[in-house]
T-cell receptor, first 113, second 114 residues
Framework: NAGVTQTPKFQVLKTGQSMTLQCAQD?????MSWYRQDPGMGLRLIHY???????DQGEVPNGYNVSRSTTEDFPLRLLSAAPSQTSVYFC????????????FGPGTRLTVL | AQTVTQSQPEMSVQEAETVTLSCTYD???????LFWYKQPPSRQMILVIR??????QNATENRFSVNFQKAAKSFSLKISDSQLGDTAMYFC???????????FGTGTRLQVFP
């Protein structure tokens, strides 16, 4: 199993540009989620999904869109990038909600100029 | 509000010694799950240990153990026989009730010295 994969590893955007961060898992996990990590603030939940076709908002959803058309993929879209979205983004998946261990991808470092 | 507090931004310990990282949380739920994650300089998030709130027994994984005090809403991590490879950020996290949201603390940076 490749586990949880994320692309790209690094990205630089200009303010106002849009882009999609890719996340995929090959473990048939139903639950997937996106976090952002900022210095001194830990990881904060952006959006999550409990299965194909089902998504919900986390703590900091503004400026981000998600969709879940397949079990394997859970892309995160930045509609109009802002400097406040400069962060490290992690995708995670789990075999179950609540008590299930989240397996994390390697992260994407995004800089918005 | 459901929150996790890690009051020690930085800790240091000498190799082979024992260190305890503190974590407190706030929830009105009776059933939940608690986690400690490690993030080394490689940035990868790695699960260290997991505890189910309805289990009285403290979880243990090799050199890592927790002291879970449900009434005090405390979930500290003890690392015994510290090794240089334990140098990392450590995050405490929990999922309250039947929600799907994993809530993280702000982390403790641990440095292990030779």
């Amino acid at each position: 199993n490749a586990g949880v994969t994320q692309t790209p590893k690094f990205q630089v955007l200009k303010t106002g540009q849009s882009m999609t961060l890719q996340c995929a898992q090959d473990m048939n996990h139903e639950y997937m989620s996106w976090y952002r990590q900022d210095p001194g603030m830990g990881l904060r939940l952006i959006h999550y999904s409990v299965g194909a076709g089902i998504t919900d908002q986390g703590e900091v959803p503004n400026g981000y869109n998600v969709s879940r058309s397949t079990t394997e993929d859970f892309p995160l879209r930045l509609l109009s990038a802002a400097p406040s979205q400069t962060s490290v983004y992690f995708c995670a998946s789990s075999y179950s909600t609540s008590g299930g261990e989240r397996l994390f991808g390697p992260g994407t470092r995004l800089t918005v100029l | 509000a459901q929150t996790v507090t890690q009051s020690q931004p930085e800790m240091s310990v000498q190799e082979a010694e024992t260190v305890t990282l503190s974590c407190t949380y706030d929830t009105s739920e009776n059933n939940y799950y608690l986690f400690w994650y490690k993030q080394p300089p490689s940035r990868q998030m790695i699960l260290v240990i997991r505890q189910e709130a309805y289990k009285q027994q403290n979880a243990t994984e090799n050199r890592f153990s927790v002291n879970f005090q449900k009434a005090a809403k405390s979930f500290s991590l003890k690392i015994s026989d510290s090794q240089l490879g334990d140098t990392a950020m450590y995050f405490c996290a929990f999922t309250p009730g039947n929600t799907d949201k994993l809530i993280f603390g702000t982390g403790t940076r641990l440095q292990v010295f030779p």
